[in-house]
């Protein structure tokens, strides 16, 4: 089983600032199947980012992410209030299809 | 437009078994797999399993396998998730999602399962 760990555990900023968040394999991901999902209290996890780089439908291009292997990062370039939230990787290249433990980007 | 609509919460005994379903509207339901997560509260996304609602073939987590069923009823689009010897530790909202090539755009509302003496 592919564990994901993902860091910082909480990430505290400001709107406007850059968000940098990690999500390291245990073992490589193969094609690179590592997806990214923002989710917001009360709400099922939405779809940022497919294909470790891709974009999904209607996601702004302030969330981008990259990284391959074993390791990936999402990034929000500038943070909207909208964007405070959690967020997980997982990948979906090995079954179990494992999730890391999320990353919450909270407003400092 | 694609919906994934579950059933309603449940409150169950320990030992008891649930079954979630997860009606699809707005595709062929029959193109695409579903995938079942749980969430405990507060806690993190959990990977239960996929299923094919074509050929009904499954995939489950290990830690699951022996307790969960992933089935379907294609007539009504319905695919469903049976977890059986519950435990209080199963208290947690289940979600199903609409799979293409792994990762899920679409996910239902989420059904929140209390096991509770």
């Known amino acids: 089983e592919i564990v994901l760990t993902q860091s910082p555990g909480t990430l505290s900023l400001s709107p406007g600032e850059r968000a940098t968040l990690s999500c390291r394999a245990s073992q490589s991901v193969s094609s690179s199947y590592l997806a990214w999902y923002q989710q917001k209290p009360g709400q099922a996890p939405r779809l940022l980012i497919y294909?470790?780089?891709s974009r999904a439908t209607g996601i702004p291009d302030r969330f981008s992410g990259s990284g391959s292997g074993t390791d990936f990062t999402l990034t929000i370039s500038r943070l909207e209030p909208e964007d405070f939230a959690v967020y997980y990787c997982?990948?979906?290249?090995?079954?179990?299809?494992?999730f890391g433990g999320g990353t919450k980007v909270e407003i400092k | 437009q694609v919906q994934l609509v579950q059933s309603g919460a449940e409150v169950k005994k320990p030992g008891a078994s649930v079954k979630v379903s997860c009606k699809a509207s707005g595709y062929t339901f029959t193109s695409y797999d579903i995938n079942w997560v749980r969430q405990a509260t507060g806690q993190g996304l959990e990977w239960m399993g996929w299923?094919?609602?074509?050929?009904?073939?499954?995939g489950y987590a290990q830690k699951f396998q022996g307790r969960v069923t992933m089935t379907r009823n294609t007539s009504i689009s319905t695919a469903y998730m049976e977890l059986s010897s519950l435990r209080s530790e199963d208290t947690a909202v289940y979600y199903c999602a609409r799979v293409r090539s792994g990762y899920s755009l679409y996910w239902g509302q989420g059904t929140l399962v209390t096991v509770s003496s």
């Open positions: 294909g470790a780089s």
């Open positions: 299923m094919n609602p074509n050929s009904g073939n499954t």
């Open positions: 997982q990948q979906y290249g090995s079954s179990p299809f494992t």
